[in-house]
């Protein structure tokens, strides 16, 4: 009796490590390719005062840099579809990018977006993974949803936030952790 009830606690814990070892790419998040990343800062974006989603920068480098990769996580506090952040962003990166950004280049990163987005609920984020060199990859509640292997998407997607000329420069000055004194 002794002896099965052993064999059947040995049996399980052997099932359970090869559970563990079989699926790590399960639990794998953004974290795992962006080591020793930190928050670097974070802030809300409203819009119209309404609480649309609370945004955080990592990255393993501060100040942070275009040279450098970063993780930019947006947890939304409403309900948005997944046409609206696409129509939203496509609209910033064709305003930023100016008459350099033509528009198959923008139907090919519409395609994109769709890929990696989601209708979002509120308390689910999505975060972007800036890779230089590489472009960048989306993670929907720490799940990778997709990858986007075109460097100039990625730089053109993560300037919404980060460029100079951003619609929100408080929100940018929050996330770079810049304040009045380190500008």
Same mark, same amino acid.
Request: no cysteine; charged share 25%; aromatic share 12%.
């Given at each position: 009796?002794?002896?099965?009830?052993?064999?059947?606690?040995?049996?399980?814990?052997?099932?359970?490590?090869?559970?563990?070892?079989? @699926?790590?790419?399960?639990?794998?998040?953004?974290?795992?390719?962006?080591?020793?990343?930190?928050?670097?800062?974070?802030?809300?974006?409203?819009?119209?005062?309404?609480?649309?989603?609370?945004?955080?920068?990592?990255?393993?480098?501060?100040? &942070?840099?275009?040279?450098?990769?970063?993780?930019?996580?947006?947890?939304?506090?409403?309900?948005?579809?997944?046409?609206?952040?696409?129509?939203?962003?496509?609209?910033?990166?064709?305003?930023?990018?100016?008459?350099? &950004?033509?528009?198959?280049r923008l139907a090919a990163w519409d395609d994109e977006m769709r890929k990696a987005f989601i209708d979002v609920q509120p308390g689910q984020r999505i975060t972007g993974?800036?890779?230089?060199?590489?472009?960048?990859?989306?993670? &929907?509640?720490?799940?990778?949803?997709?990858? &986007? @292997?075109?460097?100039?998407?990625?730089?053109?997607?993560?300037?919404?936030?980060?460029?100079?000329?951003?619609?929100?420069?408080?929100?940018?000055?929050?996330?770079?952790?810049?304040?009045?004194?380190?500008?």
């Amino acid at each position: 009796m002794v002896r099965a009830i052993s064999t059947s606690s040995t049996l399980r814990r052997i099932a359970l490590l090869w559970l563990l070892m079989a @699926a790590p790419s399960a639990w794998a998040d953004w974290r795992a390719e962006l080591p020793g990343a930190a928050l670097v800062g974070q802030g809300d974006f409203t819009w119209f005062g309404w609480r649309v989603y609370q945004a955080r920068l990592w990255s393993p480098a501060a100040p &942070v840099s275009w040279e450098q990769p970063f993780a930019l996580e947006l947890i939304y506090r409403r309900e948005l579809s997944r046409d609206t952040l696409v129509q939203a962003s496509l609209d910033e990166m064709r305003r930023l990018g100016g008459t350099s &950004v033509d528009e198959a280049r923008l139907a090919a990163w519409d395609d994109e977006m769709r890929k990696a987005f989601i209708d979002v609920q509120p308390g689910q984020r999505i975060t972007g993974l800036y890779q230089p060199g590489k472009g960048g990859s989306f993670y &929907v509640d720490d799940q990778l949803r997709h990858a &986007v @292997a075109d460097t100039d998407f990625a730089r053109a997607f993560f300037a919404i936030w980060l460029d100079a000329r951003t619609r929100n420069p408080e929100l940018r000055r929050e996330l770079l952790g810049l304040n009045e004194t380190n500008p």
